[in-house]
């Protein structure tokens, strides 16, 4: 089976920054698209942050120039740098990923992580 475990939130007063993290784990043979999503109370789950295998990125509108997506393929784990959080950046981050895994044979999933709340305050 595979895990998508993720750290890093937290409360930070508007104009501060955060650093999420999440790491997959178990019988993992490679990772496609990772992304961060993010869903505020009363509105539904949006992307915020994707980064393909290759290392390409694409952003939403609303965090471009603020927040940093990156990788690192050797560790499974995908990260979220934000920078110049704003009141409206507050929301519960979750992590996705499109994980090929197993032993004998191969499977492809598409997992979640349990989701961190990130808070910030004006």
């Given at each position: 089976?595979?895990?998508?475990?993720?750290?890093?939130?937290?409360?930070?007063?508007?104009?501060?920054?955060?650093?999420?993290?999440?790491a997959?784990?178990?019988?993992?043979?490679s990772?496609?698209?990772m992304?961060?999503?993010?869903?505020?109370?009363?509105?539904?789950?949006?992307?915020?942050?994707?980064?393909?295998?290759?290392?390409?990125?694409?952003?939403?509108?609303?965090?471009?120039?603020?927040?940093?997506?990156?990788?690192?393929?050797?560790?499974?784990?995908?990260?979220?740098?934000?920078?110049?959080?704003?009141?409206?950046?507050?929301?519960?981050?979750?992590?996705?990923?499109?994980?090929?895994?197993?032993?004998?044979?191969?499977?492809?999933?598409?997992?979640?992580?349990?989701?961190?709340?990130?808070?910030?305050?004006?």
């Open positions: 089976q595979v895990q998508l475990v993720e750290s890093g939130g937290g409360l930070v007063q508007a104009g501060g920054s955060l650093r999420l993290s999440c997959a784990s178990g019988s993992i043979f990772i496609n698209d992304g961060w999503y993010r869903q505020a109370p009363g509105k539904q789950r949006e992307l915020v942050a994707g980064i393909t295998s290759g290392g390409s990125t694409n952003y939403a509108d609303s965090v471009k120039g603020r927040f940093t997506i990156s990788r690192d393929n050797a560790k499974n784990t995908v990260y979220l740098q934000m920078n110049s959080l704003k009141p409206e950046d507050t929301a519960v981050y979750y992590c996705n990923a499109d994980i090929l895994w197993g032993t004998s044979r191969v499977y492809e999933n598409d997992y979640w992580g349990q989701g961190t709340q990130v808070t910030v305050s004006s």
